[in-house]
T-cell receptor
Framework: EPEVTQTPSHQVTQMGQEVILRCVPISNHLYFYWYRQILGQKVEFLVSFYNNEISEKSEIFDDQFSVERPDGSNFTLKIRSTKLEDSAMYFC??????????????FGPGTRLTVL | KQEVTQIPAALSVPEGENLVLNCSFTDSAIYNLQWFRQDPGKGLTSLLLIQSSQREQTSGRLNASLDKSSGRSTLYIAASQPGDSATYLCAVRPLSAGGTSYGKLTFGQGTILTVHP
């Protein structure tokens, strides 16, 4: 069964460093998302992406964050200058079509980001 | 702003019991509602999706209901098994202005379920 994959599974970085989290969505999906979950807190929406542009973003997704689909298979989240509070599990998700009420989002296993 | 709340926060039951997990949301203008399962340190597995026009959805031992007007959904698990132990998350997809939806999900905090043998 097709699945969303994410690399790396765990990333440790120093405060102020740039990190890139990578995702490979399900191959025929058109809509892509990033969410994050700080330990012990709710899963929070960061950004949605369709047709090579951001369709919606949350207040969390400030100028330090960017997303890109550099080729036909990868979807990346870049954090330019990491802060301690960016430590979280980051989930990538994809869906076939966001325009249908039957559309299911499929989540990857997550990347645990630890900022020291 | 949509808020999603799940009760109870944790539930421990003996194997074989039927159980109900509750989810409530503050804004009834939703596109659909999804129930997910999350195992410790793992990703989210979609269990059921209910469209806003539906009342319930079933998959195996799982049955989810939706009462949009009252802002409630329940997940019923029949004949629980130790393998059902996990955190169960409810997420709503709101309608944006103009009746569209870009897919953003708003999550509850989850119910931690433990089924002991």
């Amino acid at each position: 069964e097709p699945e969303v994959t994410q690399t790396p599974s765990h990333q440790v970085t120093q405060m102020g460093q740039e990190v890139i989290l990578r995702c490979v969505p399900i191959s025929n999906h058109l809509y892509f998302y990033w969410y994050r979950q700080i330990l012990g807190q709710k899963v929070e929406f960061l950004v949605s992406f369709y047709n090579n542009e951001i369709s919606e973003k949350s207040e969390i997704f400030d100028d330090q964050f960017s997303v890109e689909r550099p080729d036909g298979s990868n979807f990346t989240l870049k954090i330019r200058s990491t802060k301690l509070e960016d430590s979280a599990m980051y989930f990538c998700a994809s869906s076939a079509r966001a325009g249908l009420s039957t559309d299911t989002q499929y989540f990857g296993p997550g990347t645990r980001l630890t900022v020291l | 702003k949509q808020e999603v709340t799940q009760i109870p926060a944790a539930l421990s039951v003996p194997e074989g019991e039927n159980l109900v997990l509750n989810c409530s949301f503050t804004d009834s203008a939703i596109y659909n509602l999804q129930w997910f399962r999350q195992d410790p340190g793992k990703g989210l597995t979609s269990l059921l999706l209910i469209q806003s026009s539906q009342r319930e959805q079933t998959s195996g031992r799982l049955n989810a209901s939706l009462d949009k007007s009252s802002g409630r959904s329940t997940l019923y698990i029949a004949a629980s098994q130790p393998g059902d132990s996990a955190t169960y998350l409810c997420a709503v997809r709101p309608l944006s202005a103009g009746g569209t939806s870009y897919g953003k999900l708003t999550f509850g905090q989850g119910t931690i379920l433990t089924v002991h043998p």
